[in-house]
């Protein structure tokens, strides 16, 4: 990505920022009301509005899907950390996940803990890594991921199935210590 | 674990997820033979795949809306805070929740803040805002909402303000752009508070619809002044600006573009908000549209350095100009406070049908539209004085010729000059229609003023120099002079050019 394309970006990411914000609230007042929710992929609609406005400057998709997708993560990370920090040497509260998107039983993200078992994946397989956080923080389907990764959408299934199921067993292990 | 053994995993989990139940487990134990930890690893992997099924589906902006959005905060309704008692909540704000509370101590309401710990929890901006405070405390204007009191009680902190009964103009928008009688005098009344405050060196920062209260009298009430501050300094890595600027975030479509890049903000940043508030009461539409990606993609433009680019005009004579000063993309360019900008916007009020002192500095593009004209006539004059010197019958075709551009290149220049005096608010779309013509003539003209520099030259080589002078002069004038004072006139928008 050109350095210019980057430092436009970064001055983006408030707005980025926002929509996220937007999304979440969405997010809430819906769940409140019992509706379901299939949030658009807010990376994708972005992308797709520049592409549109500036044809020529945004040519490289998957490295905006990535660096939108890491910035998210990075963003929430840093929310979940100073909130922790707020909790003075008090036990470190869990974010939670709403009981219902869970089938299984109670279950909770904690999301700083996902954050360092997705730091041990990238480790065994950075694609793996990658691909989680293009799903999750950045709330692509399987097919987008599969376009921004330059894989078969069966490929990233497979990743999905197996880095889930990882991950689940890591943040599992670490809340039984 | 290694990439390899991880490899080896997958590959025996992916096969085994293949085979149903039953015979699962007895391929896992003939294919992990002799290998008790791969057999423990995947059938781990199996039983969380089947536990966790649907884990990390949902994307991480709904698993945790709560912590994007902060905790809810508990309402403080019915408490008691020190002197206050909490009556109801009143509204939410990116800084916190708002109550309508009675301050005991004086028997009278106030609104009371109780700002997000994200808001406070930094010992520097706590110091910060608390200094902010102070400043905006100091100050009292009837179109502000005066700040009474930083209270800090257990821990927490709050701000205690004018309490304003009305409407924001945010609701006020929602039926509609504001009535044309009424659209002026209100921008007015904000400039004026603007301008107060700008005077004393207080920059609101976050000025947008929400934050204007149209009290039940019909006074306006700017709320919030001067407590937006928000970044850390400009160094700070990105995200954590980010996330820092995330929580005190107004709407981004009101940032002007250095606020939004981050960097030092002054009155002019109010002045930009301003632009784009006026805009919106004017048509009940944002100028970069309601979409934030679309919003997004103009802001980019505009941190390009481009100018905010608006399609239509405003139903008020001459408030174009001045909103689209407000809204340039370069400080400099824009009204240098609220003060200047509020002087326009009364000589607007009073139907000066003259250009608005200092809306857009003409004066430049007017004098060389004279000065051109001048120079086109004369030099046509020239042409009939020495067209004896040119062989027959080039000098009578030459001046016809000049003759024929000169008047429309002279009737159409002062007639935008006229334009520019009278009804400068038409000039932008007058220009756009007549300029190519002028620039055509004059283009011609240069050419014939070379032409007879060329047949006279040899016996009367100074009269040709001068020719061939002003000719490179008109081409010169073309190409660099009207574009810097179109340019420095503001006429050079993309509106013009659309």
């Known amino acids: 990505m050109q350095e210019d394309d980057r430092q436009s970006l970064e001055t983006l990411l408030p707005i980025v920022y926002q929509e996220l914000r937007r999304l979440a609230a969405g997010y809430l007042r819906r769940e409140r009301q019992g509706y379901t929710l299939q949030p658009t992929a807010l990376v994708h609609e972005a992308y797709l509005r520049l592409l549109k406005d500036k044809p020529d400057r945004w040519q490289n998709r998957a490295h905006f899907c990535a660096i939108a997708a890491h910035s998210m993560r990075q963003i929430l990370i840093e929310r979940a950390r100073a909130r922790d920090a707020q909790k003075r040497g008090g036990e470190r509260q869990r974010v939670t996940l709403d009981e219902a998107l869970v089938r299984g039983g109670e279950r909770s993200i904690d999301l700083i803990a996902l954050d360092q078992a997705l730091e041990r994946l990238a480790a065994l397989d950075a694609e793996q890594a990658r691909l989680v956080e293009l799903r999750f923080f950045g709330g692509l389907t399987i097919e987008e991921t599969a376009d921004a990764m330059n894989i078969s959408p069966a490929t990233v299934k497979r990743h999905w199935t197996v880095a889930c199921a990882w991950l689940a067993r890591e943040l599992e292990g670490n809340s039984h210590a | 674990m290694t990439p390899a053994r991880w490899q080896q995993i997958n590959e025996l989990f992916h096969a085994a997820l293949e085979r149903e139940q039953p015979t699962r487990h007895v391929f896992l134990r003939t294919a992990a033979e002799g290998d008790p930890d791969l057999l423990r690893e995947v059938e781990t992997l199996l039983r969380s795949h089947e536990n966790a099924r649907g884990f990390l589906d949902e994307p991480a902006w709904g698993v945790a809306a709560e912590l994007i959005l902060g905790e809810p905060a508990a309402s403080l309704t019915g408490r008691q805070l020190g002197p206050y008692r909490v009556v109801q909540e009143i509204g939410r704000g990116g800084m916190g929740v708002v109550y309508a509370a009675e301050d005991q101590r004086l028997g009278r309401m106030v609104a009371l803040k109780a700002l997000t710990p994200e808001y406070t929890r930094d010992p520097i901006r706590r110091e910060r805002l608390a200094r902010e405070a102070r400043s905006t405390a100091a100050f009292s204007h009837p179109g502000i909402a005066t700040v009474f009191a930083l209270e800090e009680i257990d821990g927490e902190l709050y701000i205690a303000s004018e309490f304003v009964e009305g409407y924001t103009l945010r609701e006020e928008l929602q039926t509609g752009p504001l009535a044309v009688d009424r659209l002026l005098p209100s921008l007015i009344e904000i400039a004026t508070a603007l301008a107060a405050a700008h005077e004393r060196g207080i920059v609101h920062r976050d000025l947008k619809p929400e934050n204007v209260i149209r009290r039940t009298d019909g006074q306006l009430k700017v709320l919030d002044f001067g407590l937006a501050s928000t970044t850390a300094s400009s160094e700070a890595p990105s995200f954590t600006r980010l996330t820092e600027v995330g929580v005190a975030l107004g709407t981004p479509g009101y940032m002007a573009p250095e606020q939004l890049g981050g960097g030092e903000v002054d009155a002019r940043a109010d002045v930009f908000a301003f632009g784009v508030l006026a805009w919106e009461l004017a048509t009940a539409e944002h100028p970069f549209g309601r979409d934030p990606a679309a919003a997004l993609a103009r802001m980019t433009e505009l941190m390009g350095g481009g100018s905010a680019s608006l399609s239509r005009s405003l139903p008020v004579a001459g408030l174009d100009g001045v909103v689209r000063r407000c809204m340039r993309a370069a400080p400099a360019e824009r009204y240098p406070s609220a003060v200047a900008l509020l002087a326009d916007l009364r000589s607007l009020e009073r139907g000066a049908t003259r250009q608005p002192a200092g809306a857009i500095p003409l004066w430049w593009w007017q004098c060389h539209q004279l000065v051109v004209s001048a120079l086109n006539a004369s030099m046509t004059a020239a042409v009939w004085l020495i067209r004896q010197w040119m062989p027959r019958p080039y000098g009578s075709v030459i001046f016809l010729v000049a003759l024929m551009l000169a008047t ?54 100074a009269p040709a120099a001068l020719f061939v002078v002003v000719g490179a002069a008109t081409f010169a004038s073309l190409a660099l002079i009207e574009p810097a004072t179109t340019r420095q006139a503001g006429l050079d928008r993309p509106a013009a050019r659309n």
């Open chain 2, 408 to 461: 429309v290149s002279v009737t159409l220049r002062l007639n935008l000059w006229f334009t520019s005096r009278v009804h400068p608010e038409m000039l932008d779309r007058h220009r756009a229609r007549l300029f190519p013509a002028v620039l055509g003539a004059d283009a011609l003209l240069g050419t014939a003023w070379l032409a007879a520099a060329g047949l006279i030259a040899g016996p009367h080589d």
